[in-house]
């Protein structure tokens, strides 16, 4: 049974920085791709960030830059680095592996105001 468990939101204010970690189960991690995603207020949940087996990584423009994705394979873990957050950032975050199916984390709120 697949399992992502996503922690590390928060409130921030403007300008500082947060750092997401979702641990995943059930899956034999090293060898598939893990990808962050978020969901605004009234708004559809999008691609943040993706990593790859082989650590490659990519991002949305809008975070290029400020957040970084990365994985600790021994820990069945995926971390994103977010820093200079603004007020646009604010949304849930969602861990995301696709096997088949897709598989989501229960999201972590993260909160950007002063």
């Known amino acids: 049974q697949v399992q992502l468990v996503e922690s590390g939101g928060g409130l921030v204010q403007p300008g500082g920085s947060l750092r997401l970690s979702c641990v995943a189960s059930?899956?034999?991690?090293?060898?598939?791709?893990m990808s962050w995603y978020r969901q605004g207020p009234g708004k559809q949940r999008d691609l943040v960030a993706v990593?790859?087996?082989?650590?490659?990584?990519n991002y949305v423009d809008s975070v290029k830059g400020r957040f970084t994705i990365s994985r600790d394979n021994a820990k069945n873990t995926v971390y994103l680095q977010m820093n200079s957050l603004k007020p646009e950032d604010t949304a849930v975050y969602y861990c995301?592996?696709?096997?088949?199916?897709?598989?989501w984390g229960q999201g972590t709120q993260v909160t950007v105001s002063s």
């Open positions: 995301n592996v696709r096997i088949l199916a897709q598989y």
């Open positions: 059930g899956i034999r991690f090293n060898a598939h791709i």
């Open positions: 990593i790859s087996n082989d650590g490659t990584t």
